[in-house]
């Protein structure tokens, strides 16, 4: 031992890049896992549940009642789609998709469209 209390943690600058690049490599492991569930996730259903992921990750309790709060669908119904017990209702997918309009065209299609893609709304058709 080279001074200090031993089992206290080490401050040393190399000690602190250690830690530093063991923390990086940990969040580069959970994105290449997230970019793989991304890129397995085939169906609808799939897809809602990585988006629901996204949407609740900051509320560790409760996240199915704001949820319901938020759209008028209740707790019961979001936790089941999510757990996959019932396949998400077409409110739910509408609301899934005001709630992160950014993600609407591929949890829709799985598509995440082209570069400069515009969303339009469709025009009433004249034949």
Known sequence: MTGGIEGAPDDSP???SSLEDAERSLEE???SLWAARV???QTLEERFTLL???LTRNAAYGAWSTLSAETRISAQRWRAAYSQHQR???DMI???????PAHALWLVTGS???PGL???VPTRFKG
């Open 29 to 31: 492991a959970k994105d």
């Open 118 to 120: 515009v969303q339009t």
């Open 112 to 114: 995440t469209g082209e």
């Open 14 to 16: 190399r000690a602190q």
């Open 39 to 41: 890129a397995d996730a």
């Open 88 to 90: 998400p209702t077409p």
């Open 52 to 54: 629901l992921d996204v």
């Open 94 to 100: 509408s609301a899934a998709c005001r709630l992160a």
